[in-house]
């Protein structure tokens, strides 16, 4: 059965960092691409960060970019988020998600599959 679990989620005062990971099982997770995606109170789930199944290729939204870092470890069938520099707005719950095409992709509906999500919240 395929699945894919979040956690590292939590508390985090602004300015802080914190690394969130994505276990995978149930497929070759060398097969697919993984994104990350948030979803705020009130708003769309939207697309952060994306890894090409090959870990050649990263994608970030701009309001990210320069502060989270994701990669993968295949070996491991885990894929990370490293998020610095934390601002309130980061708040959200993260899904991470895995689907099989070429490249990357912040767009949800390339994903096949989903974690059920972990929640960061930022404030002092």
């Known amino acids: 059965q395929l699945q894919l679990v979040e956690s590292g989620g939590r508390l985090v005062q602004p300015g802080g960092s914190l690394t969130l990971s994505c276990e995978t099982s149930g497929f070759t997770l060398d097969d697919y691409a993984i994104g990350w995606f948030r979803q705020a109170p009130g708003k769309e789930r939207e697309g952060i960060s994306c890894i090409s199944s090959g870990g050649g290729d990263t994608h970030y939204k701009r309001s990210v970019k320069g502060r989270f870092t994701i990669s993968r470890d295949n070996a491991a069938d885990t894929v990370y988020l490293q998020m610095n520099s934390l601002k309130p707005e980061d708040t959200a719950v993260y899904y991470c998600?895995?689907?099989?095409?070429?490249?990357?992709?912040?767009?949800?509906?390339?994903?096949?599959?989903w974690g059920q999500g972990t929640q960061v919240t930022v404030s002092s």
């Open positions: 998600a895995a689907g099989r095409f070429p490249g990357v992709s912040l767009d949800d509906y390339e994903y096949d599959y």
